[in-house]
Nanobody, 117 residues
Framework: QEQVVESGGGLVEAGGSLRLSCVAS????????MAWSRQAPGKERECVAR????????NYADDVKGRFTISKDNAKNTVFLDMKSLKPEDTAIYYC??????????WGQGTQVTVSS
C-alpha cells in the first residue's frame, strides 16, 4: 500500500504559525520529490511548495515565498511545511503529494488550515 498522510492542520489567528507534516509509506518507497498544494473553496488547487528528495532543492509559489518553508526527513519519508505570518487567504485544505521515482504520483486526503482574522 503506497500512500501519503497529512497532519497538523488546525485553526490559527492571522500572523500565527503552523507546521504540517506528511508521511509517505511504505518506508521502501523511493521518492523523487514531495510537495504541498492547497485548495480553497472556489479556487483551483495551487502547488505552494516542492522539494527534491535527493538534492533538497525547493520551489515556492509567489504568494507564500518568504513565509512558508518546506523541509524533509529522508529517513522517515516525511515532509514538513512550516507556515508563518499566516493570512486569512491561506485558509484551505492542504494536500501532500509524492512523486516516486517509479510508479504513480501519490496524494493525501488533506488537512484543513483555517486562519482567522
Amino acid at each position: 500500500q503506497e500512500q501519503v498522510v497529512e497532519s497538523g492542520g488546525g485553526l490559527v489567528e492571522a500572523g500565527g504559525s503552523l507546521r504540517l507534516s506528511c508521511v509517505a509509506s511504505p518506508r521502501s518507497l523511493s521518492i523523487a520529490d514531495m510537495a504541498w498544494s492547497r485548495q480553497a473553496p472556489g479556487k483551483e488547487r495551487e502547488c505552494v511548495a516542492r522539494i527534491n528528495w535527493i538534492s533538497g532543492s525547493t520551489n515556492y509559489a509567489d504568494d507564500v515565498k518568504g513565509r512558508f518553508t518546506i523541509s524533509k526527513d529522508n529517513a522517515k519519508n516525511t515532509v514538513f511545511l512550516d507556515m508563518k505570518s499566516l493570512k486569512p487567504e491561506d485558509t484551505a485544505i492542504y494536500y501532500c503529494n509524492a512523486k516516486p521515482r517509479y510508479g504513480r504520483e501519490l496524494w493525501g486526503q488533506g488537512t484543513q488550515v483555517t486562519v482567522s482574522s
